[in-house]
């Protein structure tokens, strides 16, 4: 077959819609979901289109299954789990001697910054703490179970935070799980039916505001609401205060899992499900957070490279999302000594590279909405340069006639964008 660019239905990415007027600022928010959904998103967000997720922990020292380790293990008892530590540990190994062996000890935040950066995401995200409770940073609050007393000995939630924002123009965001699975004040109050609160009130609510003070993220991913409302949390006071007050009250985003009912409904744009596509245009912003290894989102050691998704997904998941005003968070997980392996840091790149020659049709674009074009537009191949002939056809559109070049000739890999400019 001669080299040249494949005949399939391209995905078009327009620049068509100016963007929206922004609303007038509803401060002071009042603590209700109704004032606090009115709140417009800011801007930034729906711009940058693409983010990194990085899961990192307890989890990533058995780095064995899921990051879910600890409660298949000892909460649900998955045999997998079970087998794993009768075979490898000794009888009396618990969960907690876990934390000794993450040893984070070739993590560089430099590093992962310059990393990230060539990803071409434009914000990033890590687990400041999943639901085992453990803290990447020496919270108050988490009393030898953090980054800082145990493990590292280091601030990992501080050496990115500088790290990011020294190095890279990306927008830096922390991921917290209001619930952890075995804290004993977590479960009393779940056994009162969350008529006690002392969980929240002791440790989720002041881990927040620490989190939010000190390290001021702009995404704030909130996860794990442990089936309990969003009163027993007291998310709306929370997110009032974070809105009015807080640091980053004019360019923090959230997500909407703030409390049992609360997706897809409640908070900032919208989750909805983990690797959410919904195929279609939504008219309120959303994410679609998904993992590259497709099992899990904590490292695996145990994975292979089928596990992994391929570049060629990654940038039709990326295009199908931005396409239906998504955006896109792909997860990688980086192992307990703090290195990210190299299958992770090629799709990085990978995508990085994708977006040096298609970024145009990506960044700052809003959905098509209409397709019934009449007047003339201009169309070019992005990274091709030269305009391209197309032919109109009454009822079903255009065709575009793709040039024949070869592989030397070819803009990029994987996928291939169209500008048409002056559509009106
Ligand atoms: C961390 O990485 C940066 C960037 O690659 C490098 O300049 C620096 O020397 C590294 N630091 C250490 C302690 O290895
Ligand atoms: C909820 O949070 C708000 C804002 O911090 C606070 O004023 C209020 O007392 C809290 N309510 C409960 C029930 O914790
Ligand atoms: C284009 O589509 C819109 C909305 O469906 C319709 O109102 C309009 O008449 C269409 N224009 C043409 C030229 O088909
Ligand atoms: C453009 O495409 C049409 C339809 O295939 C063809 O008739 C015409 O010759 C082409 N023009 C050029 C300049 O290639």
Same mark, same amino acid.
């Given at each position: ?111 992962? @910054?310059? $990393?990230?950066?060539? /990803?071409?995401?434009?914000?990033? %995200?890590? #687990? ?6 453990? *803290? ?103 997110? @009032?205060? $974070?809105?009015?007050? /807080?640091?980053?009250?004019?360019? %923090?985003? #959230? ?6 009912? *609360? ?115 201009? %169309? ?45």
């Amino acid at each position: 077959m001669a080299p040249g660019l494949p005949h399939r239905a391209l995905p078009l990415l327009l620049l068509l819609l100016p963007p929206p007027p922004a609303r007038p600022a509803g401060r002071p928010y009042a603590p209700t979901w109704e004032s606090l959904d009115a709140r417009p998103l800011p801007r930034w967000f729906d711009e940058a289109k693409l983010g990194v997720f990085l899961h990192w922990g307890v989890f990533s020292v058995p780095a064995f299954g899921s990051e879910w380790f600890w409660w298949y293990w000892q909460g649900e008892k998955k045999p997998e789990f079970v087998q794993f530590m009768k075979q490898y540990y000794p009888p009396d190994f618990k969960y907690e001697d876990f934390g000794p062996q993450f040893t984070a000890r070739f993590f560089n935040a430099s590093q992962w @910054a310059d $990393l990230i950066q060539a /990803s071409g995401a434009k914000y990033m %995200v890590l #687990t400041s703490k999943h639901h085992e409770g453990f *803290t990447l940073w020496g919270s108050k609050y988490s009393w030898n179970w953090n980054a800082v007393d145990e493990g590292p000995a280091r601030d990992i939630v501080k050496e990115l935070a500088v790290a990011i924002r020294s190095r890279t123009d990306l927008r830096f965001g922390l991921y917290y799980s209001l619930f952890e699975w075995f804290n004993p004040l977590f479960l009393a109050d779940k056994s009162s039916s969350f008529h006690t609160r002392q969980f929240p009130v002791s440790k989720t609510l002041p881990e927040l505001y620490e989190l939010v003070n000190t390290y001021q993220p702009e995404v704030l991913w909130a996860d794990g609401d442990g089936g309990a409302p969003d009163s027993y949390w007291n998310s709306t006071g929370f997110l @009032a205060w $974070l809105y009015n007050e /807080s640091p980053v009250r004019d360019t %923090v985003v #959230t997500n909407d899992r703030w409390g049992d009912g *609360t997706i897809c409904k409640h908070g900032g744009y919208y989750t909805c499900s983990d690797r959410y596509n919904p195929e279609h245009i939504l008219q309120h912003k959303w994410e679609n957070c998904m993992t590259i290894d497709k099992v899990s989102w904590g490292y695996r050691r145990n994975a292979g490279i089928l596990d992994y998704i391929t570049i060629e997904e990654l940038v039709k998941l990326l295009v199908e999302t931005v396409s239906c005003g998504g955006n896109l968070l792909m997860n990688i997980g980086p192992t307990e000594d703090g290195t990210i392996s190299p299958i992770f840091e090629e799709r990085l790149r990978q995508m990085g590279a994708w977006l040096n020659v298609n970024g145009e049709a990506i960044y700052g674009t809003h959905p098509w909405k209409s397709s019934n074009d009449t007047v003339t537009p201009d %169309v070019k191949l992005l990274g091709h340069g030269q305009s391209l002939n197309w032919t109109f056809w009454e009822q079903s559109g255009f065709v575009v006639n793709l040039p024949q070049l070869s592989i030397g000739q070819l803009p990029c890999k994987w996928g291939w964008a169209l500008a048409l400019s002056h559509v009106v």
